[in-house]
């Protein structure tokens, strides 16, 4: 799917639409620098139930999220010197068939994490954002 996203409004709601059909598994979240990931997040984690605020961990990794039967976490991956630091985290713990992991900055953990099964692609143009969205299970069958 390609969508054109005209505002910030309009990244939340699309966050908000893929926690219908997404509450479980590794969704990877790419995008430049201000793309709207973090954005596109608390959408998703707010059509889940939460009312609080969210911001990127970028400074504390990950931030874990238990809403209405689900654990959500939130990786920002932007400061990572090596993927190996993943292993440290102890990422394997939070990669279980019923979490739902959203990474943001992904490529920084190559080698340590696995495909993810929805692929989410945020850029930037214009006033707005282009996003594709691709559930990478039905790219590799």
């Known amino acids: 799917m390609e969508r054109f996203l005209v505002d910030e409004a309009a990244t939340e709601n699309l966050g908000a639409e893929l926690a219908e059909s997404q509450r479980a598994g590794l969704?990877?979240?790419?995008?430049?620098?201000?793309?709207?990931?973090?954005t596109l997040v608390r959408g998703?984690?707010?059509?889940?139930?939460?009312?609080?605020?969210?911001?990127s961990p970028t400074y504390t990794i990950v931030e874990p999220?238990?809403?209405?039967?689900?654990c959500v976490y939130h990786f920002d991956l932007y400061r990572?010197?090596?993927?190996?630091?993943?292993e440290l985290i102890g990422v394997?713990?939070?990669?279980?068939?019923?979490?739902?992991?959203?990474v943001e900055w992904p490529r920084r953990g190559e080698g340590v994490l696995p495909a993810p099964d929805l692929r989410v692609s945020l850029e930037n143009a214009g006033t707005g954002r282009r996003v594709r969205v691709a559930v990478t299970a039905e790219e590799d069958s």
């Open 27 to 38: 969704v990877w979240l790419e995008g430049d620098l201000g793309a709207g990931k973090t």
């Open 92 to 102: 394997r713990d939070y990669l279980v068939p019923d979490n739902l992991c959203l």
């Open 65 to 70: 999220y238990h809403l209405d039967g689900v």
């Open 44 to 55: 998703w984690l707010r059509a889940l139930g939460h009312a609080g605020p969210v911001k």
């Open 80 to 86: 990572l010197s090596d993927p190996e630091e993943l």
